[in-house]
């Protein structure tokens, strides 16, 4: 199973789904290459666990298809599509051993594509090896702790060799320690198994950690497809770029691809808007503070410390925010003081219409 490419690559084909007057998913195209792993993220009712389910065939879509390969899924059965899935709450079985939660899957075929004992037990035990619990096909459920559960729950879905693997959320209900622990072993196992993975999540970082391709959903649709660098460095709009880290927000005008605030040119470009009222965003990160005159003139709000850094709140003449600005919290770095004058220069930032 090593280096190699697993399952089909999947097409996503102007899905749609409604609950009553809720549109969950509205005209979803995606194409999820094989071997890919693509986490889906969005807030609480974005859609995520909507599309995953209507991938795995739990749920009828109303519109559009989806097709795994060549074919159109709907005309497969659910034992057909093969699907591996992994929930947030532990769906093992109580009264079965690891190793018989393991082997589920593929004793439950019918006889003639059953594998045989011996079979079942040497794919069992490459299993136990995968997710690093080697000595414990012997022990129930209740036995392990949070995150073998999951690693046992993710074992049993790749018993059956599935064409797409779908987790939902599989992290959420262990502490944070756990989850970060958790989300990089599944990423070496994802490097090791090439197994094509559909991962929900609501936690951007989580997202930008493990998947080489995230997808931003927004009321049931996508709001931007891309890699975690695309998507940190290259938000497509303002809902992804607050969505995706910490923002700072400066309102003004955009005119001939400059920014203006205050009707004053700022000195920084708005190449990528088009004239009229705009929105700056920058990263806390991406600002520097100088001497008053260099850059944008501003005064400190106030000093917040925390264990790795400081962050500095700005007042810009006429903005209803404040501007954030961190700085590292390391020897030699000289805050400002609240009260004091300065400049603010922008390292990095985009602009968007208002
Ligand atoms: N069975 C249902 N009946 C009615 N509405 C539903 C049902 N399931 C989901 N919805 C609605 O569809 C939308 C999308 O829900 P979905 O569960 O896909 O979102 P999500 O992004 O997975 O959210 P969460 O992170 O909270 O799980 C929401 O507005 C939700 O209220």
Do not use: C
Not at 32 to 59: D, F, H, Y
């Amino acid at each position: 199973m090593q280096g190699n490419r697993h399952g089909v690559d999947l097409q996503i084909q102007g899905v749609g789904k409604r609950y009553g007057g809720t549109a969950a998913l509205d005209g979803v195209d995606l194409h999820i290459a094989s071997g890919e792993l693509v986490a889906l993220l969005g807030p609480s009712g974005s859609g995520k666990t909507t599309l995953l389910r209507v991938i795995a065939g739990l749920l009828p879509a109303d519109a559009g298809r989806v097709l795994f390969g060549e074919t159109d899924a709907t005309q497969l059965s659910l034992r057909e599509r093969n699907v591996g899935f992994v929930f947030q709450q532990y769906a093992l079985f109580r009264h079965m051993t690891v190793a018989e939660n393991i082997a589920f899957g593929l004793r439950s075929r019918p006889r003639r594509s059953r594998p045989d004992k011996a079979t079942i037990r040497r794919r069992v035990d490459e299993l136990l090896a995968l997710i690093q619990l080697p000595d414990l096909g012997g022990r129930y459920p209740e036995q392990l702790s949070g995150g073998q559960k999951q690693r046992v729950a993710l074992a049993r879905a790749l018993a059956i060799d599935p064409t797409v693997l779908l987790l939902d959320e599989p992290f959420g209900a262990l502490d944070a320690k756990v989850r970060v622990e958790l989300r990089r072993w599944l990423r070496r196992l994802h490097d090791q198994t090439g197994q094509t993975t559909v991962f929900v999540t609501h936690d951007q970082e989580e997202a930008l950690e493990l998947a080489d391709r995230v997808v931003v959903l927004r009321n049931g649709r996508i709001e931007q497809a891309g890699t975690p660098r695309q998507i940190y460095d290259e938000p497509a709009s303002p809902y992804v770029f607050d969505f995706i880290g910490r923002a700072s927000v400066i309102d003004g005008d955009a005119a001939g691809g400059r920014f203006l605030v205050a009707g004053q040119d700022a000195a920084f470009d708005a190449a990528d808007v088009a004239d009229g009222p705009a929105k700056l965003y920058l990263r806390p990160h991406d600002a520097a503070i100088g001497a008053p005159g260099d850059g944008l003139d501003a005064r400190v709000a106030a000093v917040h410390r925390h264990a790795d850094r400081i962050t500095v709140e700005l007042e810009l003449a006429g903005q209803p925010r404040p501007l954030e600005v961190d700085l590292v919290a390391a020897p030699g770095v000289h805050a400002p003081a609240t009260g004091d004058a300065v400049g603010v220069r922008l390292l990095r930032h985009r602009t968007y219409p208002a």
